[in-house]
C-alpha cells in the first residue's frame, strides 16, 4: 500500500474500501472482511445508514485507532454551520470514535460555506484531521479555496476509465486538493469488466480488468475507494501493488473517456432537487 500526503501533512491510503449501498444489516460483515485482508482506509457517509456498521467492525478488529483512516460525510440536509457541527458529532457518536481522519461535505447543496466554517472550527479544535468536498465542480471548488483559510484536503468525485475528470483533477492539482475517486469501477455499466481493451491489457499483465481500472487511477495519483460485498474481489480489489502499467497502456486507457457521467448529472436541475429533497433524519 502507499500513502498520499495531503496538504496540511496528514497521510491517507491510496486505496481504501467504500460501503456506499452496502445494507447496514451487512456492512460490519463487509468492514471487518475488508479489514482483514489489508485495507486501512474506510469510506461511508452519514447518508449511507451504515456508520453503526463501520464503527463495531473498528471497535473488534483490534488493530489500532491511529492505524486507520475513517471518512464519512455531510449529508445536504445537514449543511450549514450548525447542522454541520450537529452531524458531526452524531456521525462520531454512530461511529463509536472520538475524532475523523476525514470529514467531506458531500454534495454542492446547501449552506455549504456555512458548513464549511464549522468544519475549519473542528479542524482547528483535532476533532477532524483533514476536512474536504465530495462532487465539487471545477468552479465550485476554485471559489471554495479562494475565499477560505483552510482549503479543501480532498475533493471525492466520479473517475473511471469512462469519465477521467482530467480537467478537474488538474484544477485539484493546482490548489493541492487530493483526487479520490469514488464509482471508480464505474459502478460496473457500459460492461466495463468486459471491455475488449481493458480485457486485453489486463490478459497480458495476468491480472483482472477491475486491477487493470484500479492501477490505471492509481498512477495518475488519485485515491480509489472500490466496493464489494464478496471477500475474494475485496482481495483482488487490493492486489494492484505488484506492477505497473506502461505507457503505452496508460495511453490506451485514456481514449476511453466520454467526457461525462452516465451515473449522475450534477449540473441538472432534477438532480438538485432530488437531493435537497433526500431527508435522512427527521
Same mark, same amino acid.
Given at each position: 500500500?502507499?500513502?498520499?500526503?495531503?496538504?496540511?501533512?496528514?497521510?491517507?491510503?491510496?486505496?481504501?474500501?467504500?460501503?456506499?449501498?452496502?445494507?447496514?444489516?451487512?456492512?460490519?460483515?463487509?468492514?471487518?472482511?475488508?479489514?482483514?485482508?489489508?485495507?486501512?482506509?474506510?469510506?461511508?457517509?452519514?447518508?449511507?445508514?451504515?456508520?453503526?456498521?463501520?464503527?463495531?467492525?473498528?471497535?473488534?478488529?483490534?488493530?489500532?485507532?491511529?492505524?486507520?483512516?475513517?471518512?464519512? =460525510?455531510?449529508?445536504?440536509?445537514?449543511?450549514?454551520?450548525?447542522?454541520?457541527?450537529?452531524?458531526?458529532?452524531?456521525?462520531? =457518536?454512530?461511529?463509536?470514535?472520538?475524532?475523523?481522519?476525514?470529514?467531506?461535505?458531500?454534495?454542492?447543496?446547501?449552506?455549504?460555506?456555512?458548513?464549511?466554517?464549522?468544519?475549519?472550527?473542528?479542524?482547528?479544535?483535532?476533532?477532524?484531521?483533514?476536512?474536504?468536498?465530495?462532487?465539487?465542480?471545477?468552479?465550485?471548488?476554485?471559489?471554495?479555496?479562494?475565499?477560505?483559510?483552510?482549503?479543501?484536503?480532498?475533493?471525492?468525485?466520479?473517475?473511471?476509465?469512462?469519465? /477521467?475528470?482530467?480537467?478537474?483533477?488538474?484544477?485539484?492539482?493546482?490548489?493541492?486538493? /487530493?483526487?479520490?475517486?469514488?464509482?471508480?469501477?464505474?459502478?460496473?455499466? =457500459?460492461? #466495463?469488466?468486459?471491455?475488449?481493451?481493458?480485457?486485453?491489457?489486463?490478459?497480458?499483465? /495476468?491480472?483482472?480488468?477491475?486491477?487493470?481500472?484500479?492501477?490505471?487511477? #492509481?498512477?495518475?495519483?488519485?485515491?480509489?475507494?472500490?466496493?464489494?460485498?464478496?471477500?475474494?474481489?475485496?482481495?483482488?480489489? #487490493?492486489?494492484?501493488?505488484?506492477?505497473?502499467?506502461?505507457?503505452?497502456?496508460?495511453?490506451?486507457?485514456?481514449?476511453?473517456?466520454?467526457?461525462?457521467?452516465?451515473?449522475?448529472?450534477?449540473?441538472?436541475?432534477?438532480?438538485?432537487?432530488?437531493?435537497?429533497?433526500?431527508?435522512?433524519?427527521?
Amino acid at each position: 500500500m502507499e500513502y498520499m500526503t495531503l496538504d496540511n501533512g496528514v497521510t491517507m491510503p491510496q486505496e481504501g474500501y467504500g460501503v456506499f449501498q452496502i445494507p447496514p444489516d451487512e456492512c460490519e460483515r463487509c468492514v471487518t472482511d475488508a479489514l482483514s485482508v489489508g485495507y486501512r482506509l474506510i469510506d461511508t457517509a452519514s447518508a449511507y445508514g451504515n456508520e453503526e456498521g463501520v464503527g463495531a467492525a473498528v471497535r473488534k478488529s483490534g488493530i489500532p485507532r491511529e492505524e486507520l483512516f475513517i471518512t464519512t =460525510k455531510l449529508w445536504v440536509q445537514d449543511t450549514s454551520y450548525e447542522g454541520a457541527k450537529r452531524a458531526a458529532e452524531a456521525s462520531m =457518536k454512530r461511529l463509536g470514535l472520538d475524532y475523523l481522519d476525514l470529514y467531506l461535505i458531500h454534495q454542492p447543496f446547501g449552506d455549504y460555506y456555512g458548513a464549511w466554517h464549522a468544519m475549519e472550527e473542528m479542524y482547528r479544535e483535532g476533532t477532524i484531521r483533514a476536512i474536504g468536498v465530495c462532487n465539487f465542480d471545477e468552479a465550485r471548488l476554485v471559489d471554495l479555496c479562494v475565499n477560505h483559510e483552510i482549503q479543501p484536503a480532498v475533493n471525492q468525485v466520479e473517475i473511471h476509465p469512462f469519465h /477521467q475528470q482530467t480537467s478537474a483533477i488538474q484544477t485539484m492539482r493546482r490548489y493541492q486538493v /487530493q483526487p479520490e475517486a469514488w464509482g471508480p469501477l464505474s459502478e460496473g455499466q =457500459k460492461n #466495463i469488466f468486459c471491455h475488449r481493451l481493458l480485457s486485453k491489457i489486463a490478459a497480458r499483465y /495476468q491480472k483482472s480488468t477491475a486491477q487493470i481500472i484500479l492501477r490505471w487511477n #492509481i498512477q495518475r495519483g488519485v485515491v480509489v475507494i472500490p466496493k464489494s460485498a464478496r471477500k475474494e474481489r475485496m482481495e483482488e480489489n #487490493i492486489n494492484i501493488w505488484d506492477f505497473t502499467l506502461d505507457s503505452k497502456d496508460m495511453d490506451a486507457i485514456a481514449a476511453l473517456d466520454i467526457g461525462h457521467s452516465e451515473i449522475i448529472n450534477h449540473y441538472s436541475s432534477s438532480t438538485a432537487r432530488a437531493l435537497n429533497a433526500m431527508k435522512i433524519h427527521p
